[in-house]
């Protein structure tokens, strides 16, 4: 089992800057890859970005060079999302998912929420 909480959400002007967390708990030594997804009012769940446990990253075309992500290499059990140049699209529900063998485990969720 796979427990993500994430953290740091909140309301910023286009243009500004949030940084999410993601701890991860309980067999985290089974995690094969991490990653962050977002979801808006009305819309589907869709993918922003994952780090292997290996440190490679794949983002969505719409965040690339705006948002950055990183795990700690001390713990390794915390996952981060910098996001720069935020924009009103950005709004939505971002989620931390962690893969591993046999499930895809989520976190609840933390808002963010970009005013124009």
């Known amino acids: 089992q796979v427990q993500l909480v994430e953290s740091g959400g909140g309301l910023v002007q286009a243009g500004g800057s949030l940084r999410l967390s993601c701890a991860a708990s309980?067999?985290?030594?089974?995690?094969?890859?991490m990653g962050w997804y977002r979801q808006a009012p009305g819309k589907q769940r869709e993918f922003v970005g994952t780090?292997?446990?290996?440190?490679?990253?794949?983002y969505a075309d719409s965040v690339k060079g705006r948002f950055t992500i990183s795990r700690d290499n001390a713990v390794k059990n915390t996952m981060y999302l910098q996001m720069d140049s935020l924009k009103p699209e950005d709004t939505g529900v971002y989620l931390c998912?962690?893969?591993?063998?046999?499930?895809?485990?989520w976190g609840q969720g933390t808002q963010v929420t970009v005013s124009s």
């Open positions: 998912m962690g893969e591993t063998a046999m499930y895809y485990y």
């Open positions: 309980g067999s985290i030594g089974s995690i094969s890859r």
């Open positions: 780090i292997t446990s290996g440190g490679s990253t794949n």
